[in-house]
């Protein structure tokens, strides 16, 4: 199960950092069911592990975190592997609550600030951004979202789709490209994050050249997540995709460039909304 969850989040087979850092916190389970002689071959196995599952997606600070809060909580901290696997139980479950619980409350504190009849731009596909609008629909408030299809995954498209299934949500699909063309109809921006690390604001490529746009046009900008991507001792590695994603047939000549994620300077964001609250930056 663990090097399956390796191969899955080097693959990005999961569109949301929350789910990653779930998914390889729940992987680790499988040391519970292994044999150990003693609690520091436990430990070692569990470094070893843990470490394996962070290094899948160094760009992930949920997952950063979630795999140090467990060794944390259990490297050198008991004397039997039985009781090293109770202490790994329960930092799991802590791990996971913490990010599931982080992600609800964020996307609670973001639908308070949905107003009736807004118009809304988002890129790419955030769970908890997504979360917020239905809660805010489900409140009762009618919107218009414009979505960008976040190229070359084509991300955005999912966003429009489950946008489509909600009530009281009127999506618009464009190409990235055309985010200025509609921005002058639109009241905010709102994105996700892949994490924030002092002034910079990691997230999906693209990003950028939206919030600068939504500057100069004075729309302000959110960005909602978990307080857990909000991180100050992590050190950003951009992840550069196959080519195939940009162009299938490569041409002779040409070095095709495919960065997953682009650094926006958090002075370009308006409000910061974790599950710690609304945050005016």
């Keep these: 199960m663990i090097d399956e969850t390796v191969a ?3 693959e990005m087979r999961s569109h949301s950092s929350s789910a990653v850092a779930v998914k390889a916190a729940t992987a680790l389970r499988e040391l519970l069911d292994r044999e150990y002689v003693a609690a520091d071959a436990f430990d070692r196995d569990l470094e070893h592990n843990a470490g394996a599952l962070r290094r899948a997606n160094p760009s992930h600070a949920s997952l950063h975190t979630a795999m140090r809060s467990i060794t944390d909580a259990v490297l050198g901290e008991a004397d039997t592997p039985e009781e090293a696997k109770e202490l790994l139980e329960d930092a799991i479950e802590d791990a996971v609550e913490r990010v599931e619980a982080g992600k609800r409350r964020a996307a609670a504190h973001a639908a308070d600030t949905i107003d009736d009849s807004e118009t809304i731009l988002t890129h790419d596909y955030s769970s908890t951004v997504l979360e917020a609008i239905e809660t805010a629909c489900v409140e009762g408030c009618h919107l218009t979202a414009y979505v960008t299809e976040a190229r070359p995954r084509y991300l955005g498209r999912k966003t429009a789709r489950t946008l489509a299934g909600m009530d009281r949500v009127e999506p618009h699909l464009l190409v990235d490209s055309a985010a200025g063309y509609v921005m002058d109809e639109v009241d905010r921006v709102i994105v996700g994050m892949d994490c924030i690390v002092e002034d910079t604001l990691y997230n999906r490529i693209g990003t ?10 004075d729309v302000p900008v959110t960005v909602v997540g978990s307080s857990t991507k909000v991180i100050d001792d992590f ?9 195939s994603e940009v162009m299938r047939e490569p041409v002779e000549g040409v070095e095709i460039e495919n960065p997953a994620y682009d650094a926006t300077p958090t002075a370009l964001v308006d409000t910061l909304i974790t599950d710690e609250g609304v945050q005016e930056l």
Aim: net charge negative; hydrophobic share 40%.
């Design 235 to 243: 050190r950003f590695e951009n992840e550069f995709r196959a080519s």
């Design 8 to 10: 899955e989040i080097r």
């Design 208 to 217: 950028y050249p939206i919030a600068a746009v939504a500057d100069r046009e």
